[in-house]
């Protein structure tokens, strides 16, 4: 992406949130563009007007562009892709739903975001038992080590793309290839990575794949996506039913109960009509900037900000190795705590967090070089 067109997007998209402060906090939430901002204000303007056509015409518009941006980006078929309201709901829909067995159990990894491990802890109930592996002393997570803990009784493996708390991006082909050999069914939360970097979820194999859109997709919050491979599917019970988990949903019929043959069987009701709209927006923003010009540009910043941290005398914990990093650079002071950092940087105006006992900078690709280095020009020595 070459500089003008990275300004182009800066003063476009996101003026205001340049404006008020240097917003390296992606992997929280991300501020909204202008496109989104507009297409929601029209969107609730119509519905003020004219609520009907506000659902046939713009909601459903929305949602099925929406749903073939989405489906682009993930790699899937969009016919399997059900439009949820975030990651949470998405990997409960399917922890509820998988025909599980008393002995069964799940392999997790201890460091995952809680809606990746809750909707397993969820299932005790019946018998199933999770079980957690955690990473090595480098925050790495290793195949081998999930391996070690997974036998015939494994029915799931899971984990998500990059990790929230150390930046760390799995191997998912790996994973996917350990996941087969036990016959388990491999599910990846990608919040972390999708709209930051580029993915292709069929050529990789993954049997489900869950996101929620208000990070790195930057879209409003309570959008996300479900994708379910067909044979996965074939093995779900039906949960989270309602009136439009079937067929014909328009004969409002009691009477006739035909679940869609595809994972759009969990949209059961009225959808999140102005945040599917938001999705539509921020999707077309990633679609024109082009999803490899975005990644080269999170990266390049990600290791600005490495780079710089490193020079200061912090400590960057986060990967480096291409393989393994991602838009999240993790790093700590030497000594002192993260709570007068934090306060610094608010103080100079920078949105940052903290997570996992470290702070965490998640640059966007309109971020740029110098705010990197306002920023860790902030920091205290």
Aim: proline content about 6%; hydrophobic content about 45%; charged content about 20%.
């Amino acid at each position: 992406m070459t500089d003008t067109l990275r300004e182009h997007y800066r003063r476009q998209e996101f003026a205001e949130a340049v404006a008020r402060h240097i917003y390296l906090n992606h992997a929280g939430v991300a501020p909204s563009p202008a496109r989104v901002v507009r297409a929601v204000q029209e969107a609730v303007a119509l519905a003020g007007r004219d609520p009907i056509r506000f659902f046939l015409e713009g909601v459903a518009v929305a949602r099925d562009s929406a749903r073939a941006r989405l489906a682009r980006l993930m790699g899937v078929p969009a016919e399997h892709l059900a439009l949820v309201k975030n990651t949470g709901h998405a990997l409960s829909i399917v922890a509820d739903g998988l025909i599980l067995e008393p002995g069964d159990n799940v392999v997790l990894a201890a460091c995952d975001y809680p809606a990746v491990v809750y909707p397993w802890y969820a299932q005790e109930w019946r018998g199933v038992e999770t079980r957690l592996v955690p990473p090595r002393a480098d925050d790495t997570l290793s195949p081998d080590d999930f391996a070690a803990v997974m036998d015939s009784r494994t029915r799931v493996l899971s984990l998500s793309w990059v990790q929230f708390g150390t930046g760390y991006r799995a191997d998912l082909a790996a994973f996917a290839e350990l996941a087969r050999s036990h016959g388990a069914v491999f599910i990846v939360d990608v919040i972390q990575g999708l709209g930051a970097l580029p993915l292709d979820s069929s050529a990789l194999g993954l049997d489900v794949v869950a996101t929620g859109a208000h990070k790195w997709l930057m879209a409003p919050g309570g959008t996300g996506g479900l994708y379910i491979a067909p044979p996965v599917l074939d093995r779900m019970r039906l949960v989270n039913m309602g009136a439009l988990s079937v067929v014909d949903a328009a004969k409002f019929d009691p009477l006739e109960f035909t679940p869609k043959p595809n994972a759009q069987r969990y949209e059961e009701g009225t959808p999140n009509g102005l945040g599917l709209i938001g999705l539509e927006a921020a999707l077309s923003l990633i679609e024109e900037a082009g999803m490899d010009a975005i990644a080269a540009r999170v990266l390049a910043v990600a290791a600005h900000a490495a780079e710089a941290l490193t020079r200061k005398g912090y400590v960057v914990t986060s990967p480096q190795d291409d393989a393994h990093r991602s838009g999240i650079v993790m790093f700590r002071h030497p000594i002192l705590d993260n709570d007068p950092v934090l306060q610094a940087l608010e103080a100079a105006g920078v949105a940052a967090a903290v997570r996992g006992g470290k702070l965490r900078f998640s640059p966007h690709f309109y971020n740029t070089e110098e705010e990197i280095d306002r920023a860790v020009a902030a920091l205290p020595e």
